[in-house]
């Protein structure tokens, strides 16, 4: 594939992205969530299960400026040797971060609007905490809040989908810890896209992030799908409404939450994608 090709009318590559982010891993039924995963990819499972869930980001600074994403992983497949994360829906609120994800790597981007409220909880105090934000050594003062975040997609043909997600960034056992351990790493996330009507070539590509992370309490999901006044609406777009509903509810609602993680000061790089035989 000509690199040079699929990326001009962007910024050259490596794009950086820097902000924060919640990563959230479920265990998911793999024959709930097969039909968002191209037939021909073995899913690595355990007892008929899977790993999913949801990448949800902020970035404040970005080659198309600031915007939120909210990535949904339906499973772990392996087309060849190696095991990769599958994305089977990416929703972002730039028109640009878009065009870049279908042209550039093939995912299955479209625009959403979201809506963050944050909350505060109560936090411990302690005379010593100044102590601990020192030398680098990593640690932090519990979080003193929460965030609501309502994702509504706007679809190309007019239909709309709304669901929420409640995001809880505060790590479990609150009251029996002083301090969130948050020490600064660097970690690499591969993923495979493509095989779209944007890209469609099989390709790989890898998240390299420098990041600050802490433990979280698992969020909670709760959907609203096709409001009353919008029925005339979905019934003319059934198919990929219930297509995109399904998808959400089995991927977040209907699965278990194994842990969540946040990342704060994030710095991401992402290179361009390789092309990936279809073995």
Partial sequence: MDVAMVTSGFEKPPWIFKGSAVYQIHSVRVDSVRPFIPKEFKVVQNFGYTMGGFFLANYEESPFGAF?????????????????????????????????????????????????QKSKVISPQ??????FNINGLGFSKLPKNYKDTQIREIKEQGATN??????????????????????????????????????????????QIE????????????????PSNEECEFS???????????????????????????????????DSPTMVSKC
Wanted: hydrophobic share 40%.
């Fill in 236 to 270: 003319k777009h059934q198919n990929s409404s219930a297509d995109m509903k399904n998808l959400m509810i089995e991927t977040l609602e209907n699965s278990k939450p194994l842990i969540a993680v946040e990342f704060n000061s994030m710095k991401m790089t992402v």
């Fill in 126 to 131: 302690s005379k010593a905490e100044g102590l």
């Fill in 162 to 207: 709304s669901w929420n997600l409640n995001i809880k960034t505060k790590a479990p056992n609150l009251e029996l810890n002083r301090f969130n351990i948050n020490p600064r790493i660097k970690l690499s996330l591969t993923s495979l896209s493509g095989l779209t009507e944007y890209n469609p070539h099989l390709l790989e590509y890898t998240c």
């Fill in 211 to 226: 990041t600050r992370v802490r433990v979280i309490g698992t969020s909670k999901i709760s959907e609203q799908f096709a």
């Fill in 68 to 116: 939120d994403e909210l990535v949904i992983i339906a499973a772990i497949v392996k087309p060849d040797r190696s095991s990769r994360a599958w994305a089977a829906k990416v929703l972002v609120n730039s028109d640009e971060a878009r065009d870049h994800g279908r042209k550039v790597f093939g995912l299955p981007s479209q625009v959403a609007n979201f809506i963050t």
